[in-house]
T-cell receptor, first 113, second 108 residues
Framework: SAVISQKPSRDICQRGTSLTIQCQVD?????MFWYRQQPGQSLTLIAT?????????ESGFVIDKFPISRPNLTFSTLTVSNMSPEDSSIYLC??????????FGSGTRLTVV | DAKTTQPPSMDCAEGRAANLPCNHS???????VYWYRQIHSQGPQYIIH???NNETNEMASLIITEDRKSSTLILPHATLRDTAVYYC?????????FGKGTRLSVIA
């Protein structure tokens, strides 16, 4: 299955600032997915990122708040913009890996103060 | 919304089999049943998946009923390291939608 490197693993940020999270995959993949996991909750899909096209956002998530880049088939970034304490969550990227279903990164634990 | 229903929590004695149920009565013909687990807020870990036949791998067994409306994940000899939240997900060629899962506590 694919191996995902996600950076940073954790960060503490001031409200009103932005953080960019990177997701690097060791193989080429068509679709990458970004999830949010709020404290004590399950994972919620933010968006699907295809290379060469605009990301597709789920209901409740907008591009201005969570801009996504997908410059090639092995890399994607998610930016959390104009952060507030409500954005404190774990952010995870994921890719489809065929026979093994989907592989997830280890996540970025974000705390906004 | 998630298309599965799971009990919120279960306990299992160490060394015994853990049987985790999942209902997915609205599953479509082309949708697979996936099981993942999440330990200490790490990224979810793939366990097993199946379409309609029972499946077994080195981690677990998946039993799917003939009508495909429910399934059971079996961890044959649970250890303390199996304590985690277990998610049952049905999905075709679409991103995974997570429900609340079952919090399994393996007790010594």
């Amino acid at each position: 299955s694919a191996v995902i490197s996600q950076k940073p693993s954790r960060d503490i940020c001031q409200r009103g600032t932005s953080l960019t999270i990177q997701c690097q995959v060791d193989s080429q993949v068509t679709m990458m997915f970004w999830y949010r996991q709020q404290p004590g909750q399950s994972l919620t899909l933010i968006a699907t990122a295809n290379q060469g096209s605009e990301a597709t956002y789920e209901s409740g998530f907008v591009i201005d708040k969570f801009p996504i880049s997908r410059p090639n088939l092995t890399f994607s970034t998610l930016t959390v913009s104009n952060m507030s304490p409500e954005d404190s969550s774990i952010y995870l990227c994921s890719v489809a890996t065929g026979a093994y279903g989907y592989t997830f990164g280890s996540g970025t634990r974000l705390t906004v103060v | 919304d998630a298309k599965t229903t799971q009990p919120p929590s279960m306990d299992c004695a160490e060394g015994r089999a853990a049987n985790l149920p999942c209902n997915h009565s609205t599953i479509s013909g082309n949708e697979y049943v996936y099981w993942y687990r999440q330990i200490h807020s790490q990224g979810p870990q793939y366990i097993i998946h199946g379409l309609k036949n029972n499946e077994t791998n080195e981690m677990a067994s998946l039993i799917i009923t003939e009508d495909r409306k429910s399934s059971t994940l079996i961890l044959p000899h649970a250890t303390l390291r199996d304590t985690a939240v277990y998610y049952c997900i049905v999905s075709g060629n679409t991103p995974l939608v997570f429900g609340k899962g079952t919090r399994l506590s393996v007790i010594a």
